[in-house]
């Protein structure tokens, strides 16, 4: 058994036993006798008292001490044991890195209860209170975030511990480099016991050559340096709009692996809300790479940053949609420049066309980095998982009707104790 707030036992306590101190000094009146020379003195109400310790009134004692526990009892949330075997909260991966989503299927199968839950994640997690959902998830192309899954396999076990004694986190990916950030170790942490890890398949990286749909017109400045990345334009899974973006292409950018580059040629073939002060700026930057020339500075650009300006702010970002994205960039460049000819600019441009989410990192985590993921010792006892600012006790509130019939009683009692000595 446990307690939400122990505490309120010590206070109860210390109740108890002022209660007790109190019932031990009882006061009384001294025997009333006339004296010859009492005439002499003014008639006035007797206001002398005598103390003595005594032990009186016991019922009346062990009622108060009674009612004065089971408050206590009652305030403190007792929390008893939960019985039941572990319940199991399979966290499986769906992202890009998984080969073959059948292999995580299977090993779900193999090990899950009726009454286990599931969590399936790529770059966010979806809950269910089920493992109905293992049958219709499918491969995402996003990267995987093994932060988010602990997050949310975390919150899932939280639910749970209210109805076990144990939990049980199992994860079934691959586990590659990309899917841990600066984030995870503090989230692994919060789960108090082991995970099992079930590995499964990673992707291979992806080494085909570029293909990209740069479109016909050559002797635009952007189309032209593009071409000069010897991009194969056979069932290109990149495809440049140079003017608006229409429906049928927004339907296309939602195929699996594809990516549209929204790169507007002028500021009215895009629909981006306009900065309040339009300003020209010396220098733009994709990972590492840095174009210096002198860029009007037109739009606001809102989403994940791909390419930010010298000062920071986003110049270019990516934004999902379905199972490709669609990447928005708000740098233009005169007509007439060489910028785009130069080497510089392919380096610069070369992050555009890399699948959503970024280049792939699928090279398999180091032996301490799946250490501290597995953990060591138990499961996760429901106790450690309770959340105890939501957490009550279906107890409490027995016992205190108990306390106020106690207290009921006790100034019943003393009621009749009362007219007993006035008769």
């Given amino acids: 058994m446990s307690w939400l707030i122990p505490s309120a036992l010590g206070l109860a306590g210390a109740a108890i036993v ?8 009882a006061r009384s009146r001294p025997v009333a006798e ?7 003195i003014p008639r006035r109400p007797i206001q002398a008292r005598t103390r003595s310790l005594a032990l009186s009134d016991v019922l009346l004692l062990l009622l108060r001490a009674a009612a004065l526990a089971l408050i206590g009892i009652a305030v403190a949330g007792p929390m008893f044991a939960r019985t039941g075997r572990a319940r199991r909260v399979f966290v499986v991966d769906r992202s890009r890195a998984v080969a073959n989503l059948d292999e995580a299927r299977d090993s779900v199968r193999r090990l899950a209860g009726a009454a286990d839950k599931l969590v399936v994640f790529d770059s966010s997690a979806e809950r269910d209170a089920s493992l109905a959902p293992l049958d219709t998830m499918h491969l995402s192309s996003a990267r995987g975030s093994l932060s988010t899954a602990i997050a949310a396999a975390v919150r899932t076990g939280v639910v749970e511990s209210a ?20 984030a ?35 002797n635009d400045a952007v189309v032209a340096g593009l071409s000069l990345m010897k991009a194969s334009t056979n069932g290109g899974s990149v ?15 939602r195929g699996a692996g594809h990516v549209l580059l929204h790169w507007p040629a002028s500021d ?27 860029f009007p500075r037109l739009w606001v650009m809102n989403g994940h940053a791909i390419a930010r300006w010298a000062d920071g702010e986003p110049a270019a970002v990516e934004h999902r949609i379905g199972d490709g994205c669609i990447r928005d960039i708000g740098i233009l460049f005169d007509a007439a420049s060489d910028v785009t000819l130069r080497a510089s600019f392919r380096e610069f441009a070369l992050p555009f066309f890399a699948p959503c989410g970024g280049v792939a990192d699928f090279a398999p985590l ?46 019943a009692l003393r009621r009749a104790a009362a007219r007993g000595q006035a008769a």
């Fill in 18 to 25: 002022v209660a007790i101190a109190i019932h031990f000094i």
């Fill in 268 to 294: 009215t073939s895009a629909v981006w809300p306009k900065r309040e002060t339009i300003d020209a700026i010396g220098a733009v930057t994709t990972g590492g790479a840095t174009l210096v020339a002198r």
């Fill in 239 to 253: 495809r440049l709009i140079r003017g608006g973006v229409v429906a049928s292409d927004s339907v296309w950018a």
């Fill in 366 to 411: 180091d032996a301490s980095l799946h250490a501290m993921l597995a953990g060591a010792g138990v499961l996760a006892p429901a106790t450690a998982l309770i959340d105890r600012t939501a957490e009550s006790s279906r107890w409490s509130t027995w016992l205190l009707v108990f306390a106020a019939l106690l207290l009921t009683g006790e100034l």
């Fill in 163 to 182: 109805k076990v004694d144990s939990v049980e986190l199992v994860l079934v990916s691959p586990l590659v480099r990309e899917e841990i950030d600066d």
């Fill in 34 to 40: 006339p004296f010859p020379t009492a005439r002499f």
């Fill in 184 to 218: 995870t170790a503090r989230i692994r942490a919060s789960w108090p016991g082991r995970i099992r890890i079930v590995p499964v398949r990673s992707a291979s990286s992806d080494t085909t050559p570029l293909r990209a749909d740069f479109g016909a017109n050559r």
